[in-house]
């Protein structure tokens, strides 16, 4: 499967973005999704995941109730809202997608989108 992740900006703290990913291929429906990020200077981190269904998310910690993760198994997309941005979410993020497991470590990721730049400013 191939991601095509776009959505990215620059906003100020406490704005919102809406990061989209588009999947190719007739088996998105079978993968289980996520979003990771990676800020200059770190590790990439995860920060979202949706089972294949769409009955399960998963979320991390610091972003927990300012992000929502969900997907269209129609439109083969999934999404990432994120409200109330702070300055410590800019970073890259990439979408993952894996069969197998709920995508939430990099090692449990079998095909990765590119990614797409998130700026806040404070």
């Known amino acids: 499967v191939q991601l095509q992740a776009s959505g990215g900006g620059s906003v100020q703290a406490g704005g919102s973005l809406r990061l989209s990913c588009a999947a190719s291929g007739r088996t998105f429906s079978s993968y289980n999704m996520g979003w990771f990020r990676q800020a200059p200077g770190k590790l990439r981190e995860f920060v979202a995941a949706?089972?294949?269904?769409?009955?399960?998310?998963y979320y991390a910690d610091s972003v927990k109730g300012r992000f929502t993760i969900s997907r269209n198994n129609a439109e083969n997309t999934v999404y990432l809202q994120m409200n109330s941005l702070k300055f410590e979410d800019t970073a890259v993020y990439h979408c993952a997608a894996s069969r197998q497991r709920i995508p939430q470590k990099d090692y449990e990721v079998e095909y990765w989108g590119q990614g797409t730049q998130v700026t806040v400013s404070s």
């Open positions: 949706i089972t294949w269904s769409g009955g399960s998310t």
